[in-house]
Nanobody, 116 residues
Framework: QVQLVESGGGLVQPGGSLRLSCAAS????????MGWYRQAPGKQRELVAA???????NYADSVKGRFTISRDNAKNTVYLQMNSLKPEDTAVYYC??????????WGKGTLVTVSS
């Protein structure tokens, strides 16, 4: 069974940077793709960025040019580098894995707060 653990959230000032990490464990060879989603108060959960096992990436329009998703295969970890952060980026960020046999697996989330 795949398990995901996020880390790296916290409080950052507008214009600052933060890097989130998502470590996967378990049956990692069953993962087709991984990504980051976020959910702000009063809003639906939305895709932020995704990366496939082949290295293809996809980003939400609101974060293009500011966020970068990457992976470290040796550590079974996916990262989200967030630059030029804005208050509207404040949300709980969730790591996601698309698993062959059981569908989506989610981490518990990490809170990112962008405020002065």
């Amino acid at each position: 069974q795949v398990q995901l653990v996020e880390s790296g959230g916290g409080l950052v000032q507008p214009g600052g940077s933060l890097r989130l990490s998502c470590a996967a464990s378990g049956s990692i060879f069953s993962i087709y793709a991984m990504g980051w989603y976020r959910q702000a108060p009063g809003k639906q959960r939305e895709l932020v960025a995704a990366i496939t096992s082949g290295g293809s990436t996809n980003y939400a329009d609101s974060v293009k040019g500011r966020f970068t998703i990457s992976r470290d295969n040796a550590k079974n970890t996916v990262y989200l580098q967030m630059n030029s952060l804005k208050p509207e980026d404040t949300a709980v960020y969730y790591c996601n894995a698309n698993v062959a046999t059981s569908g989506d697996v989610w981490g518990k989330g990490t809170l990112v707060t962008v405020s002065s």
